[in-house]
């Protein structure tokens, strides 16, 4: 048996409409038809995200920052566009705007404090 990559990305988040308003006002996600229930899936290609309440037994209250050690990376139309609308929403910017390899790329804190990097070359 062969894992082929990834098929399905989840944050755990503490107030599951306030992440999911945050993803579809600021960055412009749009919902999935259907979500399962603690969850919105948002209809993102080519590998399906979504945020969700967190699994029993998890506090994400006594983590210092959720995510540490894991790289999340979404693509956009226009890295800096993003990252200035974002700047000027007072989102917590981590690492400000860079030419990259994969093109303009800056980092941001969602409300949970997950880093979140985002990029512009396909």
Known sequence: MTVTGPDFIALQVRDLDRAATFYEDRLGLRRAPVSPPGAVVFATAPVPFAVREP????????????????????????????????????????????????????????????????????
């Open 55 to 122: 699994l029993p037994g998890l506090d994400l209250d006594a983590v210092d920052r959720p995510g540490v050690g894991v790289a999340l990376w979404l693509h956009a139309e226009d890295a800096q566009a993003l990252h200035d609308d974002l700047d000027a929403a007072g989102v917590p910017i981590v690492a400000p705007p860079f030419d990259s390899p994969f093109g303009r790329t800056f980092t941001f804190a969602d409300p949970d404090g997950y880093a979140v990097t985002v990029h512009d070359k396909r």
